[in-house]
T-cell receptor, first 110, second 114 residues
Framework: EDKVVQSPLSLVVHEGDTVTLNCSYEVTNFRSLLWYKQEKKAPTFLFMLTSSGIEKKSGRLSSILDKKELFSILNITATQTGDSAVYLCAVLSGNTPLVFGKGTRLSVIA | EPEVTQTPSHQVTQMGQEVILRCVPISNHLYFYWYRQILGQKVEFLVSFYNNEISEKSEIFDDQFSVERPDGSNFTLKIRSTKLEDSAMYFC????????????FGPGTRLTVL
């Protein structure tokens, strides 16, 4: 059975801190890994990672994939209160749709 | 920017009743999905739909569930006889290149079964 595990489950930081969120996976026929940010309702897309070692960056957020060790990290630098959300990791394997992890709840305190 | 829309935002129903959740995917997308998220739990895949038929479904998607694309824009999820455990947030998503590409999610419908 395909499995996606995120850690930590929750995290509280102060504004300006840097955080690293982890996602490990065990799937057959891996295709890509996606990060989503879920605030109040719908997950919104952040990154899709397919190749190992290539960092994807968007502003203060960046992510990288390690296909040998089967994990990805999502980094957020200089955190702001608006970064408070649940960050979801999801994996595409074979022809199956997304398998999600439980998410990491990030709370950024002013 | 195009987006996926869902109605209603919140649906309250009695156990045993039928509900229909509606979604309007992004107009040029061809692949459609339903996911659900029970409160406090992870997002779970229900079903994917392409070319007017189900392409994949999970074990959650039993005979109580059905999907339909009744016209060129809407994509619906019907639950025939709701159970208490069907209470969840239901997300519709769509993509243009199947599950190999980014799926755009709608805002969700919160279903409460009493």
């Amino acid at each position: 059975e395909d499995k996606v595990v995120q850690s930590p489950l929750s995290l509280v930081v102060h504004e300006g801190d840097t955080v690293t969120l982890n996602c490990s996976y065990e799937v057959t026929n891996f295709r890509s890994l996606l990060w989503y940010k879920q605030e109040k309702k719908a997950p919104t897309f952040l990154f899709m990672l397919t190749s190992s070692g290539i960092e994807k960056k968007s502003g203060r957020l960046s992510s990288i994939l390690d296909k040998k060790e089967l994990f990805s990290i999502l980094n957020i630098t200089a955190t702001q209160t608006g970064d408070s959300a649940v960050y979801l990791c999801a994996v595409l394997s074979g022809n199956t749709p997304l398998v999600f992890g439980k998410g990491t709840r990030l709370s950024v305190i002013a | 920017e195009p987006e996926v829309t869902q109605t209603p935002s919140h649906q309250v129903t009695q156990m045993g009743q039928e509900v229909i959740l509606r979604c309007v995917p992004i107009s040029n997308h061809l692949y459609f999905y339903w996911y659900r998220q029970i409160l406090g739990q992870k997002v779970e895949f229900l079903v994917s739909f392409y070319n007017n038929e189900i392409s994949e479904k999970s074990e959650i998607f039993d005979d109580q569930f059905s999907v339909e694309r009744p016209d060129g824009s809407n994509f619906t999820l019907k639950i025939r006889s709701t159970k208490l455990e069907d209470s969840a947030m239901y997300f519709c998503a769509s993509s243009d290149l199947g599950s190999y590409n980014e799926q755009f999610f709608g805002p969700g419908t919160r279903l409460t079964v009493l």
